[in-house]
């Protein structure tokens, strides 16, 4: 039960974020200090991808932020990463500075976006770096690009390795979502607030 408890906050907790749309917010407020000229590649569906290098020619670490977050997210590892290694920080479309206007958000389509920016810095090997919904992303970047995907580093994955949450759980959970989002939302927080 409390492991439920858990992870309905932090789908709480990424429902708010997303739906304060904090990503214009951030870009606004200089937490883009740490990352440098804008750099663009193009997704499979055309979408605009942003991204940003840092460091030097060393091995290639592809950071992709999780739901709602932007490459801003990782500004406090480039000082870190940046003097053994060559940092890319990608902008998902929908999130920061990256195009908006895609019609079908998958974790395919993210997939694509990664793809396109590992295509568009001309690396042969990078390990890929995914926080939260990131982490699902990275995986399906890794499917469509295996020869270039050396690692996949998972930072706060969705899913819990030591707590697995079963098929039938997750469809409990995000059925609710699916037919009604608001109102799925809305019992969701609801259901939160309220004590067994």
Request: glycine share 10%.
């Amino acid at each position: 039960m409390e492991q439920r408890r858990i992870f309905r906050l932090s789908l709480f907790i990424m429902l708010l974020m997303g739906g304060l749309g904090l990503s214009p917010v951030l870009a606004q407020t200089g937490l883009y200090q740490n990352i440098e000229t804008v750099k663009i590649a193009t997704s499979a569906d055309g979408t605009a991808i942003n991204y940003y290098e840092h460091g030097q020619e060393g091995p290639v670490l592809v950071f992709v932020h999780g739901w709602s977050c932007d490459a801003s997210y990782w500004r406090e590892q480039v000082e870190y990463f940046k003097e053994k290694y060559h940092m890319v920080l990608i902008d998902l479309a929908g999130h920061g500075r990256s195009g908006s206007e895609r019609e079908n958000y998958t974790m395919e389509a993210f997939g694509q976006d990664v793809k396109a920016v590992v295509e568009s810095i001309g690396s042969e090997k990078v390990v890929l770096i995914g926080h939260s919904m990131g982490a699902l992303v990275i995986a399906e970047a890794a499917r469509l690009m295996p020869e270039k995907a050396i690692g996949l580093v998972a930072v706060d994955d969705l899913q819990n390795v030591e707590y697995p949450l079963g098929e039938e759980q997750f469809k409990e959970m995000t059925t609710p979502f699916k037919e009604d989002f608001k109102q799925g939302v809305r019992g969701f927080v609801i259901g939160m607030l309220r004590s067994d």
